[in-house]
């Protein structure tokens, strides 16, 4: 056994032990409060009038009292009811407040809203009616537990006169323990709650210093290659003079992998908390920048205030925009690809997209990782988006809101 294992059987035999401990309290109080109660009298004297009656409220108070006393166990998951049970249980017959009182500790423990409000009353009007009226001014001196204490041996079915401190003193300690008790539980839970965000928190830390890391090895190594290929481009479209599409296949191989190096850096500055800016005003010569080759691009972009536009915002646009082209580009190559960008601010910008594809493209696109990023590119911000193909074509549609300033 590890451990975590032993610790955690600890911990559970020792709530099971605390559980035990106060069914054990809360059934000899109960008891001691039927045995001293007037019923409990007139059960006894066979020829009053009420014995039955006094008989079967004993009973009743007794099949209660095993009730409750087995409800202890569920005390956490179910505090309020726990404690108003206990306490009308306990007004209404002789069973005493012990279980209100333990239900409210749990209560104070474990709920933060109106219901520790509602038990602490009901809790009080309990106390203050069982353990001050009822006992301690009781008609009958042997219902008394308090009186039965402090009778005087000589005349032990005297009354004894109590100061009005007395109650008072009974009542506030009655509530000050389960009180006390609630509130230790609580600071303790809170305690073992910021124990775990802490450690959360180091496991998070650890996890973004490893990723922070790997990207630093992958802007490294991809960097080192992406260098090597801007400059062998370079040097291809130098010697290749006499073949101009050879030289703008190579120019454009060049540009791609200069692109290539700005969004290293830009996925970099992102892990380590950096905000990079995009402008929505750069859109059309990125969207040109995107296209490779022969990829055939109609596009249409018409943004008002595009340079006000949120970071965020500009920065999901151009990451679903960017992802358009290249899933078009490799499930449907050769084809033309249709591209709107619109909106402003208060009207939210609209992408659409759509190109005809083949089957088999059709269905690649669609279980893609690409669509995914979109979706929750789009997701994130409270936009809507729709992917999927109508008819020979594949579309792509998303609608982001733009609040205006």
Same mark, same amino acid.
């Given at each position: 056994?590890?451990?975590?294992?032993?610790?955690?059987? =600890?911990?559970?035999?020792?709530?099971?032990?605390?559980?035990?401990?106060?069914?054990?309290?809360?059934?000899?109080?109960?008891?001691? !409060?039927?045995?001293?109660?007037?019923?409990?009298?007139?059960?006894?004297?066979? !020829?009053?009038?009420?014995?039955?009656?006094?008989?079967? *409220?004993?009973?009743?108070?007794?099949?209660?009292? =095993?009730?409750?006393?087995?409800?202890?166990?569920?005390?956490?998951?179910? +505090?309020?009811?726990?404690?108003?049970?206990?306490?009308?249980?306990?007004?209404?017959?002789?069973?005493?407040?012990?279980?209100?009182? *333990?239900?409210?500790?749990?209560?104070?423990?474990?709920?933060?809203?109106?219901?520790?409000?509602?038990?602490?009353?009901?809790?009080?009007?309990?106390?203050?009616?069982?353990?001050?009226?009822?006992?301690?001014?009781?008609?009958?001196?042997?219902?008394?537990?308090?009186? /039965?204490?402090?009778?005087?041996?000589? /005349?032990?079915?005297?009354?004894?006169?109590?100061?009005?401190?007395?109650?008072?003193?009974?009542?506030?300690?009655?509530?000050?323990? +389960?009180?006390?008790?609630?509130?230790?539980?609580?600071?303790?839970?809170?305690?073992?709650?910021?124990?775990?965000?802490?450690?959360?928190?180091?496991?998070?830390?650890?996890?973004?210093?490893?990723?922070?890391?790997?990207?630093? !090895?992958?802007?490294?190594?991809?960097?080192?290659?992406?260098?090597?290929?801007?400059?062998?481009? @370079?040097?291809?479209?130098?010697?290749?003079?006499?073949?101009?599409?050879?030289?703008?296949?190579?120019?454009?191989?060049?540009?791609?992998?200069?692109?290539?190096?700005?969004? =290293?850096?830009?996925?970099?500055?992102? *892990?380590?908390?950096?905000?990079?800016?995009?402008?929505?005003?750069?859109?059309?010569?990125?969207?040109?920048?995107?296209?490779?080759?022969?990829?055939?691009?109609? =596009?249409?972009?018409?943004?008002?205030?595009?340079?006000?536009? +949120?970071?965020?915002?500009?920065?999901?646009?151009?990451?679903?925009?960017?992802?358009?082209?290249?899933?078009?580009?490799?499930?449907?190559?050769?084809?033309?690809?249709?591209?709107?960008?619109?909106?402003?601010? @208060?009207?939210?910008?609209?992408?659409?997209?759509?190109?005809?594809?083949? !089957?088999?493209?059709?269905?690649?696109?669609?279980? @893609?990782?690409?669509?995914?990023?979109?979706?929750?590119?789009?997701?994130?911000?409270?936009?809507?988006?729709?992917?999927?193909?109508?008819?020979?074509?594949?579309?792509?549609?998303?609608?982001?809101?733009?609040?205006?300033?």
């Amino acid at each position: 056994m590890s451990d975590k294992q032993r610790r955690s059987w =600890l911990k559970k035999a020792l709530r099971w032990v605390r559980t035990v401990l106060l069914m054990a309290l809360a059934l000899l109080s109960g008891l001691m !409060e039927i045995v001293y109660s007037e019923n409990a009298q007139i059960t006894s004297d066979p !020829e009053h009038p009420e014995t039955a009656a006094g008989m079967l *409220i004993s009973l009743v108070s007794l099949l209660v009292l =095993l009730v409750l006393t087995v409800g202890v166990i569920f005390r956490a998951r179910y +505090p309020l009811a726990l404690t108003l049970v206990g306490a009308v249980a306990g007004i209404v017959l002789p069973l005493g407040p012990v279980f209100a009182l *333990i239900g409210l500790a749990d209560l104070i423990a474990y709920r933060r809203d109106k219901r520790v409000v509602i038990g602490g009353v009901a809790v009080a009007l309990a106390v203050v009616v069982v353990s001050a009226i009822t006992d301690i001014y009781g008609s009958d001196y042997g219902a008394s537990i308090v009186q /039965t204490f402090l009778a005087n041996s000589d /005349t032990p079915d005297s009354r004894v006169e109590l100061p009005f401190i007395v109650p008072l003193f009974v009542v506030v300690i009655s509530l000050a323990v +389960p009180i006390g008790i609630g509130i230790l539980m609580r600071m303790r839970g809170s305690e073992q709650e910021a124990r775990r965000s802490r450690d959360e928190i180091d496991v998070e830390l650890t996890r973004s210093q490893e990723r922070e890391r790997i990207a630093h !090895e992958i802007h490294d190594v991809l960097g080192h290659r992406l260098s090597l290929l801007s400059l062998q481009a @370079g040097a291809l479209r130098n010697q290749a003079n006499d073949y101009p599409e050879l030289v703008e296949s190579a120019e454009a191989i060049r540009a791609n992998a200069a692109q290539s190096m700005d969004d =290293l850096r830009l996925l970099l500055n992102v *892990i380590q908390g950096e905000s990079t800016p995009v402008s929505l005003g750069q859109l059309s010569e990125i969207i040109q920048s995107s296209a490779v080759g022969n990829q055939q691009v109609n =596009l249409t972009v018409y943004l008002q205030d595009a340079e006000r536009a +949120p970071a965020d915002l500009s920065r999901a646009v151009v990451r679903i925009v960017q992802e358009v082209i290249t899933n078009a580009r490799k499930h449907a190559p050769g084809t033309a690809l249709r591209l709107s960008v619109t909106g402003a601010p @208060g009207n939210g910008i609209s992408i659409h997209a759509a190109n005809v594809v083949a !089957e088999r493209g059709a269905e690649q696109a669609a279980t @893609g990782r690409g669509l995914t990023g979109m979706h929750e590119r789009v997701r994130v911000l409270g936009g809507d988006f729709r992917a999927g193909r109508v008819g020979n074509e594949f579309r792509v549609e998303a609608n982001l809101p733009w609040v205006a300033g």
